[in-house]
C-alpha cells in the first residue's frame, strides 16, 4: 500500500486544516490508519487511529476533541480535520496504515504500522 499525504500548510493559532491521506496499489480496507506527526528536535508522535470500517476511533489527550479522524474505504481516503490549532501543532504530519495494536487501537505505536506516506508540514503561528 503507498500513502500519499497532503493539506500541510501555514495558518494562525485558532485556524483549522484539514489533512487528507490517499492509498493506492493495495486493499486499503484491510487496515487500521493511524496519524502521526513529529516536532523538530521530537520523536513521532501518535495523534490518533481509525478502524478498518472507520467505526472505532482514538485520538491522543492532546489533540483528543480538536482532531477528528474520518474514513471513506469506498474513495481510499482518511482525513484529519484539525480545529483550533495552536503553535505547539506545528509539526510534520504522516499518515500510516498498519494492523494497528493487537491488544487495543488505542494503544497503537509507530511499530504497529507498516505503510507510511511521506509527511505533510503544517506550521501554526501565534
Known amino acids: 500500500v503507498q500513502l500519499q499525504a497532503s493539506g500541510g500548510g501555514l495558518v494562525q493559532s485558532g485556524d483549522s486544516l484539514k489533512l487528507s491521506c490517499v492509498a493506492s496499489?493495495?486493499?486499503?480496507?484491510?487496515?487500521?490508519v493511524a496519524w502521526f506527526r513529529q516536532a523538530p528536535g521530537k520523536g513521532r508522535e501518535f495523534i490518533g487511529v481509525?478502524?478498518?470500517?472507520?467505526?472505532?476511533?482514538y485520538y491522543s489527550h492532546p489533540v483528543k476533541g480538536r482532531f477528528t479522524i474520518t474514513r471513506d474505504n469506498a474513495k481510499n481516503q482518511v482525513d484529519l480535520q484539525m480545529n483550533s490549532l495552536k503553535p505547539e501543532d506545528t509539526a510534520n504530519y504522516y499518515c500510516?496504515?498498519?494492523?494497528?495494536?493487537?491488544?487495543?487501537?488505542?494503544?497503537?505505536?509507530?511499530?504497529?504500522?507498516?505503510?507510511w506516506g511521506q509527511g505533510t508540514q503544517v506550521t501554526v503561528s501565534s
Open positions: 481509525v478502524s478498518r470500517n472507520g467505526e472505532n476511533r
Open positions: 496499489g493495495g486493499s486499503f480496507s484491510d487496515y487500521a
Open positions: 500510516a496504515a498498519g494492523t494497528g495494536a493487537t491488544t487495543h487501537l488505542a494503544f497503537s505505536m509507530e511499530s504497529d504500522f507498516n505503510f
